[in-house]
């Protein structure tokens, strides 16, 4: 038997939806018991998860440094996050299934999603992500091309596109690697947004692809 499993975002945070790195510890542990729990009878397990709370505190960081250094696009969060949270639920599953006396191995693999260039999300970015700013920090940001829009009283806020995702460009490695019997974890956060030109290369786009869309 095989299962999907998949980790909301806010899941991997503290009971006060705290996202510091101890609190994400513990979140991730408790969870990984219950994961641990179904390995140990024999299922199959492939795990997804969500991203928004970790990639929203990476974006305060750009938010903060941007005067200083230049922001870190948002492919490059969706995909330091897929890494951050892989590590933390191989850690903790990993741990927890030798306390059961299973030997099963954990895989992360960073994946990409391929969405279409031409998605009418890319002319018309509405999907609103991170925090709030005053307009003269955010004015900043579009100065290093992100898309902010004025959302009421509370002030401006940043839009990205949420296009539909095509592929699972790294769907046949994480086939693989349960095959070979790893517990895999693959997909977060939706994937990376990448598009393919003319030319057959794939480069990173900033959008966010709905994760639900793409576990399935």
């Not at 975002?9 to 991730?28: F, I, K």
């Not at 390995?39 to 929203?56: I, K, M, R």
């Not at 941007?66 to 870190?72: K, L, M, Q, R």
């Not at 059961?100 to 009418?120: K, L, N, W």
């Amino acid at each position: 038997m095989r299962a999907l499993i998949a980790l909301g975002g806010n899941a991997m945070t503290g009971p006060d939806g705290s996202a510091a790195p101890e609190a994400q510890d513990v979140a991730v542990a408790a969870a990984m018991e219950h994961v641990a729990d179904l390995v140990a009878a024999g299922v199959d397990v492939v795990l997804t998860h969500g991203n928004g709370p970790q990639v929203g505190n990476l974006l305060v960081k750009n938010e903060l440094a941007a005067s200083v250094v230049p922001p870190v696009p948002l492919d490059w969060c969706g995909a330091q996050t897929q890494a951050t949270i892989g590590f933390l639920i191989m850690d903790s599953l990993e741990r927890a299934l030798a306390v059961r006396g299973v030997r099963r191995q954990v895989a992360t693999v960073v994946t990409r999603t391929r969405v279409d260039s031409e998605d009418p999300g890319f002319s018309r970015p509405s999907k609103p992500i991170g925090r709030y700013l005053p307009e003269n920090e955010a004015k900043v940001l579009v100065e290093h091309g992100e898309s902010w829009e004025r959302r009421g009283d509370k002030g401006w806020r940043r839009v990205v596109a949420s296009p539909e995702p095509l592929e699972i460009l790294d769907a046949p490695a994480i086939i693989e690697l349960a095959k070979a019997g790893y517990v895999v974890v693959g997909a977060g956060g939706g994937g990376v947004p990448v598009v393919r030109d003319a030319d057959g290369t794939l480069r990173g786009v900033e959008a966010v692809v709905d994760k639900d869309l793409a576990a399935t």
